[in-house]
């Protein structure tokens, strides 16, 4: 028997394709709100387009990549004009992605983010490995081509590198765990989550545009979400405080008010690197305590009926025996 290629699957892929280069276009533009000037070039704090590509890998597959070419594409072209430094670009943008889909599948990455190995591995080999793959071509272009002088190419490197990661932290768990919602939820606690949506919509604002420098308010609020919630809560609490932390940043407001550019990206991106990292880790190892309990609950359920059956089986088992040995010892006197 001949086996026959469904001949929608093209069809599939192509769409597919157009769909990841819509996402990647749309959220970079959004990326590009905000901007901060570092050694005369301007970086963004968080780069949602790499969370997009890796999620959409980890999705669909690695064949899904020439739409993440597509998109990074017209991203470059929306901002700058046709050059061959424009395809290196476009090469480590699309490169970065696809090589940590690799290196996520080869350690046996699960979407589902249950397993502390699955948090660890996204933000070692997804975020921190694979962009380095970005930044290094990135940084290294806009130095051949002068458009950065060497003093200032490591400040360049490392912004773009951290607000790459940033991107794969904060927005590839939050498109897996939505990929993974197949029906309307059921929030059996539908008053804690309103009371924390309410809370964080007075604290985050507040710890972000403050004068006083309180942003650790908001690691309750992350703790809260991660053990309630687990992945859903402390990430959507990690990406609405990162935003809004980036947003009073690039404005030079609050605690970033009296700070030099430099000075504004390291303190923006170790809270944006330290509420990713509590809840992409956190909320991993809840998960998978919550998850060894069960295993253990439901072995011990099994134990306790597989016990109950013996102790059923025993008192007639021993009648049964009983009776057949009692004739035989009648016939032998």
Not at 154 to 172: E, I, N, S
Not at 278 to 300: F, G, P, Y
Not at 312 to 324: I, K, S, T, V
Request: hydrophobic share 55%; aromatic share 8%.
């Amino acid at each position: 028997m001949v086996g026959s290629q469904d001949p929608r699957a093209p069809v599939v892929v192509v769409l597919q394709a157009l769909a990841v280069a819509a996402c990647y276009y749309v959220s970079g533009q959004l990326g590009l709100l905000r901007e901060l000037v570092v050694g005369g070039s301007v970086v963004t704090p968080i780069w949602p387009p790499t969370g997009v590509s890796v999620a959409f890998l980890l999705i669909f597959g690695p064949r899904c990549w020439p739409g993440i070419a597509l998109g990074a594409f017209f991203v470059i072209m929306s901002l700058t004009t046709l050059s061959p430094s424009v395809f290196g670009v476009l090469v480590g943008n699309t490169a970065a992605p696809v090589v940590g889909y690799l290196l996520l599948r080869r350690a046996g990455f699960r979407t589902d983010l249950a397993r502390l190995r699955d948090g660890l591995a996204l933000v070692f080999l997804g975020a921190f490995t694979a962009m380095l793959i970005s930044s290094t071509v990135g940084a290294g272009l806009l130095l051949v081509t002068d458009k950065v002088d060497w003093p200032d190419f490591w400040a360049v490197w490392l912004a773009w590198w951290v607000g790459d990661a940033m991107g794969v932290l904060l927005v590839t768990p939050v498109l897996l765990l939505l990929s993974r919602v197949r029906r309307p939820l059921r929030l059996t606690r539908w008053k804690e989550v309103l009371g924390l949506a309410l809370i964080a919509c007075c604290v985050v604002p507040l710890a972000a545009h403050s004068s006083i420098s309180v942003m650790f308010l908001v690691y309750p609020l992350l703790i809260w979400a991660a053990l309630r919630f687990q992945l859903a809560g402390s990430m959507l609490c990690a990406l609405v405080a990162s935003v809004l932390a980036t947003v009073a940043a690039t404005d030079r407001s609050g605690p970033f008010e009296r700070l030099t550019r430099v000075e504004v990206m390291i303190k923006l991106q170790a809270f944006n690197g330290a509420m990713a990292l509590t809840a992409l880790i956190l909320s991993a190892v809840i998960t998978e305590q919550i998850n060894t309990r069960r295993s253990v609950e439901h072995a011990c359920q099994e134990l306790v009926e597989v016990l109950e059956h013996l102790t059923a089986g025993e008192p007639a088992d021993g009648r049964a025996a009983a009776e057949e040995g009692t004739p035989g010892r009648t016939e032998g006197e």
